[in-house]
């Protein structure tokens, strides 16, 4: 295992001396890595590329978010091909219903907000998920893609302000309060939803009002 260890980490640091270099390109297709397969630190790589080309920070942040939406498409029709197989070995079908409905009840945001958010989020979780449930694969690919620019977005400004070193303080905070994390993201997923479900009934009245 060690070994394994070792070996990952020598590769993560030959695609990093590798694709640095190429700059925006190679922004694009170390996200397409870290959201497909290999998780690399795309924050601190975000926040490196910016800090050294401030002018440029929306670049980076676009280019980020499109490999990250490209590199999601892979755990995302693996989750498609055979993922209900796989779950439904684990929960009964009555329990694998009731997770689809909610999902696809509110699909973009449920997958939207994941993509905001900094690790620990599982976020491949979520992807896989998406799969599993048959999210439209366009849809899939806007959720991803809005998500992921508004963290970026949000990373640059930050970085732009306090410094590359913001990415560190960020992680720290993320790993010591990760309960609190997944119950803010609760929190917010629900009110969406809530504000979703009101805006919609408030579009619906006027209609059903004119119903003889």
């Not at 795309?42 to 800090?51: E, H, K, P, Q, S």
């Not at 490209?70 to 079908?93: M, S």
């Not at 690919?141 to 508004?150: D, N, S």
Request: contains cysteine.
């Amino acid at each position: 295992m060690k070994r394994f260890v070792a070996l990952l980490l020598k590769y993560k640091i030959t695609l990093l001396a590798l694709l640095k270099p190429l700059g925006f390109w190679g922004m694009g297709a170390l996200a397409f890595i870290d959201s497909s397969s290999i998780p690399v630190p795309m924050d601190l790589i975000v926040a490196g590329y910016v800090w050294s080309d401030k002018p440029h920070f929306w670049v980076y942040c676009l280019m980020a978010a499109a490999g990250s939406m490209l590199g999601g498409l892979i755990p995302f029709f693996l989750g498609r091909a055979g993922g209900e197989l796989f779950l439904l070995k684990r929960i009964d079908r009555q329990r694998f219903e009731k997770l689809r409905d909610r999902f696809e009840k509110q699909e973009f945001l449920a997958l939207m907000i994941p993509s905001m958010l900094p690790p620990p989020t599982p976020w491949k979780l979520f992807v896989f998920g998406a799969g599993v449930f048959e999210m439209k694969t366009v849809d899939f690919m806007a959720a991803v893609f809005v998500g992921r620019m508004i963290r970026f977005l949000a990373l640059s400004g930050l970085t732009i302000r306090y410094g590359p070193q913001i990415v560190g303080v960020v992680a720290d905070l993320a790993k010591q309060h990760t309960l609190a994390l997944f119950l803010a993201l609760g929190v917010i997923v629900a009110a969406l939803v809530l504000w979703v479900m009101r805006k919609g009934f408030l579009k619906r009245q006027p209609a059903q009002e004119q119903i003889p």
